[in-house]
């Protein structure tokens, strides 16, 4: 399997109606990326069939100007990441392939395609200070990664990192980097009620709005109200 051949798979699944995705979803500024006109069911369903391609045949794919070429790109590598039959040494190499080509997975659904595996569950059982690191990064997506990638701890239970990662990024400059840390401290606190309440207590009142709505979505109405009551 080659990166050619997943390119020319995709191809056949061109539509006209499919070429509004770079204005209506992608919202980096690379001024390069264009739709290739394919829905997103057919690129993870081909994805999915190319998922055994080689990880320098992705690194092909990941140097596409097609939105819908890299998101497959992503997609195998997140099909790779959770396969349990993958070595060890290959989802080291994945790990290494997303965060050294970060410049092409420029956009928030790249990177809550493949954070959550490649990232975070790779770090599982390992020091998590790169996610600190990236909190400092001066890429919106890279910070976004450090955040989502959380989740995958989140599912086993362990929700501290997550908090600190969200106190870190509460005044973040960018929209899209506010709705990830209210998303993800949202489904913290479907794991600890009691953090998420403390860490709104703490920052309700001055962070930003549309991270404060997130966060609170799937607490009991009278909490919910409370906690954007408190917001100035």
């Not at 057919?42 to 097609?66: Q, R, W």
């Not at 794991?191 to 703490?202: N, P, V």
């Amino acid at each position: 399997m080659t990166a050619n051949q997943f390119i020319e798979k995709l191809a056949t699944f061109k539509n006209e109606k499919e070429l509004h995705k770079v204005a209506k979803f992608f919202k980096g500024n690379d001024g390069v990326t264009k739709a290739l006109g394919v829905r997103f069911g057919d690129v993870f369903k081909t994805a999915k069939e190319f998922s055994n391609i080689p990880l320098g045949e992705i690194n092909k794919l990941l140097d596409s100007d097609y939105y819908e070429i890299r998101m497959g790109a992503i997609s195998i590598m997140d099909y790779q990441a959770k396969d349990k039959k993958t070595p060890q040494e290959q989802k080291k190499e994945l790990f290494e392939l997303y965060l050294n080509r970060h410049d092409r997975l420029n956009n928030w659904d790249f990177v809550d395609r493949g954070a959550y595996n490649i990232i975070g569950e790779y770090l599982m059982d390992k020091p998590r200070d790169l996610l600190y690191e990236l909190v400092k990064s001066k890429n919106i997506w890279e910070r976004r990664t450090a955040i989502v990638s959380t989740y995958a701890f989140i599912k086993k239970g362990e929700v501290d990192d997550t908090f600190a990662i969200a106190e870190l990024l509460i005044h973040d400059e960018e929209e899209l980097v506010n709705k990830a840390v209210g998303s993800w401290v949202r489904e913290a606190g479907k794991k600890d009620e009691t953090k998420l309440k403390a860490f709104l207590d703490k920052h309700a009142s001055t962070m930003p709005r549309v991270t404060l709505r997130y966060a609170v979505e799937k607490l009991n109405k009278q909490d919910k109200a409370w906690y954007m009551n408190l917001k100035n």
